[in-house]
Each structure stands twice: as structure tokens, then as C-alpha cells.
T-cell receptor, first 117, second 112 residues
Framework: GAVVSQHPSRVICKSGTSVKIECRSL??????MFWYRQFPKQSLMLMAT?????????EQGVEKDKFLINHASLTLSTLTVTSAHPEDSSFYIC?????????????FGEGSWLTVV | GEDVEQSLFLSVREGDSSVINCTYT??????LYWYKQEPGAGLQLLTY?????DMKQDQRLTVLLNKKDKHLSLRIADTQTGDSAIYFC????????????FGTGTLLAVQP
């Protein structure tokens, strides 16, 4: 079964509003989670590294004030898209890892489809 | 830079073998991965290889790694129509992190 869960799987919001996406590790603690974005027919691009108890680390070109990341507990990271615009419509997916040095312990959530109308 | 390149499209006939190629840039990558993404769906981990290995076989899947050339390939034997999807390679960037850098993706079309 899934070990990383995202919610909601699909969301439609109005332009100018904010929307929150949750990423949960279900049976393990994750001090670090990652948020990726995938535009249609494109690859996944890393947006930011979510660090439990501290500020997220954003990749170059990603606006930290627009994509707010909160990692308040060892099992939950949230991504809030603020003042959403149609160009923010995308597939957002998170990952978490059980450990640092094992190849098969990076787990992805099911992804969240955001449509801004 | 952190570029991971793949060819965009591959078409094969059902029953043939498919070979999807990937080139990466970070020589310190510890693990390299292959993911499958079907339309409208999330990512499915197919297989991964540790950087000190040259080859890994898992049922119909064979991964070859040429670390010197930073070249990774995925061979799918006896390709089926259900294998039609987009395939992404990914490198675990920098070794000491679980951050993945994804390739550009290869659309595999299997003709019956």
C-alpha cells in the first residue's frame, strides 16, 4: 500500500485564491520531503526541499512567497499555492524517504492535479 | 548543470525489446532510477541501480549503467501494449540527499 499520501488528488480553484496540498508519510517519519511540479507533457521539476522544523529550501526560479511550504511535523508537509493563477495549473507531487542511503526508500505520493480557473 | 537527457519518443512492436536511453551529468550520483508514468497517473518506480553496479536485471527489465560515460539504459524484453507510457530516468543528486533530478522523459508507444 501507499506509504506517502497526498491530498487532495484533484482540486479546482478560482484565480486569486489559495490552495493547500498535503503530503503525509504514513508509517515512517520523514525529516525531509520534496515537492515537484509537472506541467503537461513535461518532466518533473524539483520545486523545493521541505525541512521539518526549519525553512524550506527552494530551487532557483521558484517563488518562495507564492509556494509556501510548511513541514510542521515529521509526517506532514504542506504546499500552499497562494494567489493562484491559471499558469499554476499543474501536477504537484511530493516524495519522502525513510532513510538516507538506501536506493529503494524514496517514496512518491499519488500526486495532486491543480486546475486554476 | 543538472541536465538529464532522454530521447523523446520510441515506437516498438509488441513482443520486441525496447531500449530507453538516458544520459546524466552528476558523477557523484549514488543511485539511478527508472520510473513509469501512465497518462493522468503518478509515478511508478520500476527499478533502480546503485552506482557501483554495471547491470541489474529484474524480470523483463534490464538496467545497464556506464558510469564513465554517464549513460543509463533500460531494456524491456517482450514489450507489451501495457508497457506504453512515459519513462523517466532520475539521478539521486549529490549522493547525500534524497533529491531526484528527472530526465526529460521518453514516450514509449507499443504497436500491436
Amino acid at each position: 500500500g501507499a506509504v506517502v499520501s497526498q491530498h487532495p488528488s484533484r482540486v479546482i480553484c478560482k484565480s486569486g485564491t489559495s490552495v493547500k496540498i498535503e503530503c503525509r508519510s504514513l508509517d515512517f517519519q520523514a525529516t525531509t520531503m520534496f515537492w515537484y511540479r509537472q506541467f503537461p507533457k513535461q518532466s518533473l521539476m524539483l520545486m523545493a526541499t521541505s525541512n521539518e522544523g526549519s525553512k524550506a529550501t527552494y530551487e532557483q526560479g521558484v517563488e518562495k512567497d507564492k509556494f509556501l511550504i510548511n513541514h510542521a511535523s515529521l509526517t506532514l508537509s504542506t504546499l500552499t499555492v497562494t494567489s493562484a493563477h491559471p499558469e499554476d495549473s499543474s501536477f504537484y507531487i511530493c516524495s519522502a524517504s525513510k532513510g538516507q542511503n538506501s536506493g529503494n526508500t524514496i517514496y512518491f505520493g499519488e500526486g495532486s492535479w491543480l486546475t486554476v480557473v | 548543470g543538472e541536465d538529464v537527457e532522454q530521447s523523446l519518443f520510441l515506437s516498438v512492436r509488441e513482443g520486441d525489446s525496447s531500449v530507453i536511453n538516458c544520459t546524466y551529468t552528476d558523477s557523484s550520483s549514488t543511485y539511478l532510477y527508472w520510473y513509469k508514468q501512465e497518462p493522468g497517473a503518478g509515478l511508478q518506480l520500476l527499478t533502480y541501480i546503485f552506482s557501483n553496479m554495471d547491470m541489474k536485471q529484474d524480470q523483463r527489465l534490464t538496467v545497464l549503467l556506464n558510469k564513465k560515460d554517464k549513460h543509463l539504459s533500460l531494456r524491456i524484453a517482450d514489450t507489451q501494449t501495457g508497457d506504453s507510457a512515459i519513462y523517466f530516468c532520475a539521478e539521486r543528486y549529490g549522493g547525500a540527499t534524497n533529491k531526484l533530478i528527472f530526465g526529460t522523459g521518453t514516450l514509449l508507444a507499443v504497436q500491436p
